[in-house]
């Protein structure tokens, strides 16, 4: 199914949301406030702030040079940065000339680097430092022949590519209005894990991006004096939310060092930040760290966390530090754009039983939520099956997959909503008697380790090519409060040395990515289908860690 076609299956069920063939898209809110705001300040990275004056020079110039391609139209535009200014105002540039963002991170192992560029076809490339450091021979072999880049000076660089340098595009004495775009054109393609070894493209709408954003300002009053946190890798949506809700409304985005990733008390407090929006893991890290005292966050009105389970000690000693501010628990998969669910934590918080987390809550404003069987059959309340959510932040679908965006993205007709395009999230849940839906865990082997996405079937294919075997698990271990601290690895035949097995994994897959442990078996359990039995392996573990107690 052509993607064109999915995204207009999707339109008739966007509840509140008037779809329009044009929009002035994501970067016209900044370009108001760029004309009328211009010494306010936008973007605080690396120690240094940029009002939407300089931000606006810098990401309008870098647009103004990708809309002067002429009849080669710049439709995807590749970030390879980190959390730089360059690759904020990278994607500010892609928008605003009304591009597809692709973000890339330049830790991606040399595979999933080729892997990605060979998918996306990219017509353009921007890059920081860290981003020129990641071209290698073989990178740039798949690399865009266009590259605009953080050097000063322009270049010829290997494979008949050009870099454009920063004095070109920041010298641009006319910057341009942002290009008007069509709803169903993808805002961007963020690749995940994906089952084969291969990272799947989920192609997010402008459409999708913008009724989560006016749900999300409807709730949250984003001012112009706010000050928001930005923690994540660009290549995880909550960048969306931390750039977009921001701009939108005239207010700072403050990155946090790479050296206060994991401890940002500090910085919290520095930077007098009044929304902070991070993973649950951060405050069990922070937490042990004895960084979460009573009171000291008191800057802080709104609080976000979402990725994986919010545990409810987590929320407690979050509330006492920042006593001023609002916690709420949000859910949502990249493929319904960012979050779709939401659950305020209150004096009576909803609470999992027998999970001690917070509960997901209800769907956001316009979204539908229902649980299904293995045959997408809709369940009753208190039934227990996977989650499924309809609406307009619902994606496209995945990128050059259609026979993966047919399977996952069915169309279903419920019995009180009526027919619509449901996303299955592949989530185990239960929704209440009071409406509120429950987080159980993963349908299938999907995980979420320190916050981050992993197909097990991704590592395991790496894994047996690494080991030359046909027969390797993995699984996730320890496990807290339904989110992995680590993988570990079982493989069937007589392996390589442990390192060395590592150190080749360490060149294909993300350093998250890596199990632990790769324990040598001779037998690998199978269940009654013939499949490897993970609750085995589990059991192993279990019975290991009982004996060393």
């Known amino acids: ?155 010829p660089m290997g494979a008949g590519a050009y870099l454009i340098g920063r004095q070109t595009f920041a010298g641009v004495k006319t910057i341009p209005p942002p290009v008007p775009i069509a709803g169903e054109a993808s805002a961007y393609i963020l690749f995940t894990s ?31 004096d706010d000050r928001l946190s930005q923690q994540s890798e660009i290549t995880f949506d909550h960048i969306v939310f931390d750039l977009f809700m921001a701009w939108g409304a005239g ?76 916690i709420d628990n949000l859910y949502g998969p990249t493929e319904v754009t960012v979050d779709c669910l939401w659950q305020p934590y209150t004096e009576s918080p909803a609470i999992t039983p027998n999970r001690g987390v917070v509960a997901i809550g209800r769907p956001y404003d316009g979204m539908r939520a229902a649980i299904v069987d293995a045959e997408n059959t809709f369940l009753h309340q208190g039934q227990t099956g996977e989650l499924a959510v309809c609406g307009p932040q619902v994606a496209a679908g995945y990128w050059d997959n259609p026979e ?62 690494v080991c030359q075997t046909d027969l390797a698990a993995v699984i996730a271990w320890p496990m807290h409060h339904g989110a992995a601290q680590g993988l570990i690895a079982f493989v069937a035949d007589a392996i390589p040395d442990q390192r060395q097995v590592k150190e080749l994994l360490r060149h294909r897959v993300l350093a998250y990515m890596i199990p632990r442990r790769i324990i040598p078996i001779e037998q690998m359990p199978l269940n009654l289908n013939g499949k490897v039995d993970r609750k085995a392996l589990v059991a192993m573990l279990e019975a290991e860690q009982l004996q060393h107690a």
């Open 1 to 155: 199914m052509a993607r064109e076609r999915v995204a207009t299956l999707l339109f008739p069920y966007a509840y509140k949301l008037r779809v329009i063939s044009m929009s002035s898209g994501l970067s016209q809110p900044f370009y108001n406030h760029y004309l009328n705001n211009p010494a306010r300040p936008a973007l605080f990275v690396e120690g240094q702030f940029y009002t939407y004056g300089e931000l606006g020079k810098l990401g309008g110039g870098m647009a103004s040079f990708l809309l002067a391609q002429g009849h080669d139209r710049v439709e995807r535009v590749g970030i390879l940065a980190r959390r730089s200014a360059e690759a904020m105002a990278g994607i500010l540039a892609a928008v605003w000339a009304g591009a597809t963002f692709v973000p890339l991170n330049p830790k991606y192992p040399e595979e999933r680097l080729i892997s990605i560029l060979r998918q996306s076809r990219l017509d353009a490339l921007i890059l920081d430092e860290d981003g020129m450091q990641a071209l290698t021979d073989r990178v740039m072999a798949h690399s865009p022949k266009l590259l605009l880049g953080p050097r000063l000076e322009e270049r």
């Open 194 to 224: 994906g089952t084969t070894g291969v990272p799947k493209g989920v192609m997010v709408t402008n459409t999708n991006v913008t009724h989560f954003l006016q749900v999300s300002q409807a709730r949250y009053r984003i001012s112009p």
């Open 251 to 326: 207010a700072s985005v403050h990155v946090v060092p790479e050296t206060m990733v994991m401890a940002p008390a500090e910085f919290i407090r520095r930077q007098g930040l009044t929304v902070w929006f991070g993973v649950p893991s951060g405050i069990a890290f922070l937490n042990s760290m004895r960084l979460l005292r009573p009171g000291y966050f008191p800057s802080l009105r709104l609080s976000l966390f979402a990725g994986e389970p919010l545990p409810k000690e987590s929320a407690d000693a979050w509330q006492a530090a920042a006593p001023n501010s609002r």
């Open 404 to 465: 993966l965006t047919a399977q996952r993205y069915p169309r279903l007709d419920h019995p009180e909503f009526g027919a619509g395009i449901w996303y299955l999230t592949g989530d185990l849940s239960y929704q209440d008697e009071t409406g509120i839906f429950h987080y159980l865990g993963r349908v299938d082997n999907q995980v979420k380790v320190l916050g981050q996405r992993v197909e097990l079937e991704d590592v395991e294919f790496h894994l047996r090519e």
